[in-house]
């Protein structure tokens, strides 16, 4: 069996879908097997992926002839496929360093305990080169390691830091009996996913940027964020943290400050949906009050100064 199994779920990728393949292939770590799956691209991706299919670390490639609608059922696609102890979802337009795999091996073998390793990124332009956005330039230079409470209070709650999977190497055995939420979701999906594993042990922060994180105009993240799936979607994996780490009523109303200064600095939308999405925020926090909001905005960045 392999240690590690890598899957890449592809969708219109074409350009940089060697690249990708290329940096999995030349990792330092040897011991993978590739999953190869397309999401019926409609771009010539299938006959990148054809040409790969002879090679001795490729175990599968899966063609679908309907588009799923999903990258998260893919990733699930993926999972059922996998026989590696760790699972690398290396994201069909990104590309790794050749030593990334055995940072993340190393890491996580230290300690049974340690669920997810994930290393900083460095934000890449269409053509490989890097662009002048730097979302891991704070903190210490040394790598990190992380109570599973701990991560979920001071980090994960407030945002999605574990933001490119490309960056995560996960053990396999955390899948199990996960909730499968997230499969329904076109956005958020992998916020919700990561705060799955997260739960079951402890996490570290490799503090090299061994991953290379791809932003063009083939993603389809920006016509999601421009529905507000990020704030629609988003209450629905902050409430479910909330839950999972039975938060109680300050932190709750922390976290809903957090979201709605997240839709006042959001420039896309309209007064009226801005309007509407407060007006979600408090079902899904069960606030109540039409000022309530404020002062909820209030107590969170307090709490940020105290912590």
Known sequence: MPKVSVIIPNYNHAPFLRERIDSVLNQTYGDFEVILLDDCSTDNSVSVLESYRSNPKVSAVVLNTENSGSTFKQWQKGFDLAKGEFIWIAESDDFADADFLA???KELEADENRVLSYADSEMVDKDSQPLPIDWDK????????????????????????????????????????????????????????????????????????????????????????????????????????LNTIKAGPWLKLACAGNQYKRIGRFNGFSAEK??????????????????????????????????
């Open 138 to 241: 704070y903190g210490s230079t040394e790598n990190q390691t992380y109570e599973s409470d701990f991560f979920f209070k001071k980090v994960l709650l407030w945002h999605n830091c574990l933001y490119n999977a490309s960056a995560i190497v996960f053990r396999r055995s955390a899948i199990e009996g996960i909730d499968g939420g997230y499969k329904a979701m076109r956005y958020c999906g992998d916020w919700y996913f990561w705060s799955e594993i997260v739960r079951q042990g402890k996490v570290v922060r490799i503090r090299r940027k061994l991953n290379h994180f791809r932003q063009h105009s083939l993603k389809v993240s920006p016509n999601a964020e421009r529905e507000g799936l990020q704030f629609t979607e988003g209450f629905v994996v902050a409430t479910h943290i």
């Open 274 to 307: 801005k309007a509407e999405l407060v007006e979600l925020l408090k079902r899904h926090f069960s606030i109540n009050g039409t000022s309530l909001a404020l002062v909820v905005a209030k107590i969170h960045k307090l709490l940020f100064k105290t912590w």
């Open 103 to 105: 940072e993340a091996l």
